[in-house]
């Protein structure tokens, strides 16, 4: 089972920035995708942004184009998020998951069997 483990969250003002990292470790020779998802209280999980393995074909809900940059880097085996011009709506639990499968854009909860514990990012008005 592929271990994933994240870090980086915190509390920032809105307009701020945080860069959330994802550290992958064990078999990791199957994994074709990983992703971040957030879930705010009382709220759904919801997919934020998608990446190969390779780092290739970058994907992002609608909400945070233009302000997240997802990324990977391939010797650390670490996956990050750059989050700038953060907004209290992107207040959530946010998860690093690993798997996915080639020829689609993996976005579905259902396409990753691995999760990381989640880190917290609270933006405040």
């Known amino acids: 089972q592929v271990q994933l483990v994240e870090s980086g969250g915190g509390l920032v003002q809105a307009g701020g920035s945080l860069r959330l990292s994802c550290a992958a470790s064990?078999?990791?020779?199957?994994?074709?995708?990983m992703a971040w998802f957030r879930q705010a209280p009382g709220k759904e999980r919801e997919f934020v942004a998608t990446?190969?393995?390779?780092?290739?074909?970058?994907w992002y809900r609608d909400s945070v184009k233009g302000r997240f940059t997802i990324s990977r880097d391939n010797a650390k085996n670490t996956m990050y998020l750059q989050m700038n011009s953060l907004k209290p709506e992107d207040t959530a639990v946010y998860y690093c998951?690993?798997?996915?499968?080639?020829?689609?854009?993996?976005?579905?909860?259902?396409?990753?069997?691995?999760w990381g514990q989640g880190t917290q990012v609270t933006v405040s008005s």
């Open positions: 064990g078999p990791t020779g199957r994994i074709y995708a």
């Open positions: 990446i190969t393995w390779s780092g290739g074909s970058p």
């Open positions: 998951a690993a798997g996915g499968r080639s020829g689609r854009i993996n976005m579905a909860r259902g396409d990753f069997g691995s």
